[in-house]
């Protein structure tokens, strides 16, 4: 609508993709969580990041991504957490992933330790 006044603006493609969808959208990425934020205006959805904001602090791939928690297991939790707070899974299924993957164990990550993976 701003370069083009007096039309019905556009839908974004994003927008589009996602419409009709119900649960919550969890963006993931290696690079900053500004990176997957940028279309965060255009998710419908109650929408959350994970990201690398920062230098690593490990040696392997899968305790860089534990530390900044965009491992797989960190995924499924903050899900969880999303779902919890809609009253669409038990309160305590956040706590219990959490204790389950051993989130706070920068040593228990898993994602990225197959090697050239990126």
């Known amino acids: 609508a701003f370069l083009n006044p007096g039309q019905t603006a556009r839908v ?7 419409a009709g969808a119900t649960g919550p959208v ?5 690079y900053m969580k ?16 994970l ?5 690593g ?5 899968a305790a860089a991504r534990r530390f900044f928690k965009n491992d797989t297991h960190s995924v499924v939790v903050r ?21 389950k993957y051993k989130l706070l164990d920068v040593n228990a ?5 197959a090697g050239g993976e990126s």
Do not use: H, W, Y
């Open 12 to 18: 974004p493609f994003v927008t589009q993709q996602l």
């Open 26 to 30: 969890v963006a993931v990425t290696d």
């Open 34 to 49: 500004a990176v997957p934020d940028q279309i965060r205006q255009f998710v419908p959805n109650e929408f959350a990041s």
């Open 51 to 55: 990201g690398a904001d920062g230098f």
């Open 57 to 61: 602090f490990s040696d392997t791939r």
């Open 79 to 99: 899900a969880l957490e999303m779902l919890a707070r809609r009253g669409e899974v038990d309160a305590q299924a956040p706590a219990k992933a959490i204790d």
């Open 109 to 113: 990550g898993t994602t990225g330790g």
